[in-house]
């Protein structure tokens, strides 16, 4: 999927006013959501990704462990928002995400994450 359809698509999912809306939302979940990634894996999920969004993925912090509520948190805290609306900011990239990427590294990534992030890449369970 190349990088305009890509914001396109946060945007709408999201409802955000501009594309620069949808492109720091997207940066900031798939940066942390990279850092719940092994190496190999975060390097497997850029490949999937447009080329000006491979950076948030492969520049953030090596892996930690941490559940979906302070990944929320987190997300919260670098958009300024509330914890509902990291939720919604969160689903809106993660579900586009899904979208973009093959179901087999959807699969892979989900096994790496604890119960609770699922839904937020619009899955029940694995793809």
Request: glycine share 8%; no cysteine; net charge negative.
């Amino acid at each position: 999927m190349r990088y305009d359809e890509f914001l396109a698509r946060v945007r709408e999912q999201g409802g955000y006013a501009d594309r620069s809306e949808a492109d720091r939302t997207a940066r900031v979940v798939l940066g942390l959501l990279s850092q719940r990634l092994v190496d190999g894996e975060r390097k497997d999920l850029a490949a999937q990704l447009p080329g000006e969004l491979q950076d948030a993925v492969l520049t953030a912090p090596s892996q930690e462990v941490f559940g979906v509520e302070e990944f929320l948190r987190r997300i919260a805290r670098e958009l300024s928002a509330t914890e509902e609306t990291a939720r919604w900011d969160a689903s809106a990239v993660l579900t586009t995400l899904a979208g973009a990427i093959s179901g087999g590294e959807v699969n892979q990534i989900l096994t790496q994450l604890p119960a609770g992030y699922a839904p937020l890449f619009g899955k029940t369970d694995l793809a």
